[in-house]
């Protein structure tokens, strides 16, 4: 059963950190990656998508990795701000009898103080 | 905008009580899913629906029903409820990445 963990599970940190965070997962056989936000109270907002064939995307200051062989992707903030005070959410798609399921990590709440 | 619309918000039950939470989307998305949000346990999956006409059960089906009105709609029903039920509950839907609705905040006491 593919399980995905997100560590840490909270993250404090001053604006201006560049910082990183982490996701394993435990079965490489994987369609995509996908990394979400999510503020309290609200939905689910996607940031970036990771095909199985790619190494990693980008989208401002945004930087996601996918190592699929070791089961771990990374994303990377640059220059915090507190606007990016949220929890991160990290989803794998996975086949399972022919059909592709996401399982999410637990997430990490991170905080960017002023 | 284009994306996923749930309905109602809030809602609060009765141990008891039926209903049923509405979910539909526009961007002609094959697949659709309905997941429940709890502290400590991350999101899990209840049921989906990998085309129309067709729905199985996820991770944790039971005391639930679905419905695939059509391509657009995805409907999850309540037919007890239960306190145990007492969750956010996302719908989503997926070509290749998944777009996810802005959730129901449901309490049954």
């Known amino acids: 059963k593919q399980e995905v963990t997100q560590i840490p599970a909270a993250l404090s940190v001053p604006e201006g950190e560049n910082l990183v965070l982490n996701c394993s997962f435990t079965d490489s056989a994987i369609y995509n990656l996908q990394w979400f936000r999510q503020d309290p109270g609200k939905g689910l907002t996607s940031l970036l998508l990771?095909?199985?064939?790619?190494r990693e995307q980008t989208s401002g200051r945004l930087n996601a990795s996918l190592d699929k062989s070791s089961g771990r992707s990374t994303l990377y903030i640059a220059a915090s701000q507190p606007g990016d005070s949220a929890t991160y959410l990290c989803?794998?798609?996975?086949?399972?009898?022919?059909?592709?399921?996401?399982?999410f990590g637990t997430g990490t709440r991170l905080l960017v103080s002023p | 905008n284009a994306g996923v619309t749930q309905t109602p918000k809030f809602q609060v039950l009765k141990t008891g009580q039926s209903m049923t939470l509405q979910c539909a989307q526009d961007m002609n998305h094959n697949s659709m899913y309905w997941y429940r949000q709890d502290p400590g346990m991350g999101l899990r999956l209840i049921y989906y629906s990998a085309s129309e006409g067709t729905t199985d059960k996820g991770e944790v089906p039971n005391g639930y029903n679905v419905s695939r009105l059509n391509k657009r709609e995805f409907s999850l029903r309540l037919e007890s409820a239960a306190p145990s039920q007492t969750s956010v509950y996302f719908c989503a839907s997926s070509y290749s990445g998944y777009t996810f609705g802005s959730g129901t905040r449901l309490t049954v006491v």
């Open positions: 989803a794998v798609r996975e086949v399972d009898t022919g059909f592709q399921k996401l399982v």
């Open positions: 990771i095909q199985s064939s790619q």
